[in-house]
């Protein structure tokens, strides 16, 4: 079993930047690929970024590409998603999940482990 905990969220203001981290503890997740999701008000979750297991292997949305950077630190079992010049349209709660599998997904249905989620609100 995996258990991950994002942190992090919070309120910005247009233009600003935030930092979420996702902790992993539990079964080793050193080979699993990880992703970022989110979900905003009265919309599905949709994909955000992915990493693979040894980091050198990334994805992300159009929506995000040049703004959000995600990386992994392995020695910390710990995912990271660096936003930058946030919009209200990225305002939604943002969970971090993992996969049985190295290779990256876009699909939610290939992750098996999820977080609570945490809030990010970007003020206009």
């Known amino acids: 079993q995996v258990q991950l905990v994002e942190s992090g969220g919070g309120l910005v203001q247009t233009g600003g930047s935030l930092s979420l981290s996702c902790a992993a503890s539990?079964?080793?997740?050193?080979?699993?690929?990880m992703g970022w999701f989110r979900q905003a008000p009265g919309k599905e979750r949709e994909f955000v970024a992915a990493?693979?297991?040894?980091?050198?292997?990334?994805d992300s949305t159009d929506s995000v590409k040049g703004r959000f950077t995600i990386s992994r630190d392995n020695a910390k079992n710990t995912v990271y998603l660096q936003m930058n010049s946030l919009r209200p349209e990225d305002t939604a709660i943002y969970y971090c999940?993992?996969?049985?599998?190295?290779?990256?997904?876009?699909?939610?249905?290939?992750?098996?482990?999820w977080g609570q989620g945490t809030q990010v609100t970007v003020s206009s």
């Open positions: 990493v693979s297991w040894s980091g050198t292997s990334t």
């Open positions: 539990g079964r080793t997740v050193i080979r699993n690929a």
């Open positions: 999940a993992a996969r049985v599998g190295v290779v990256i997904s876009r699909n939610e249905r290939d992750y098996s482990y």
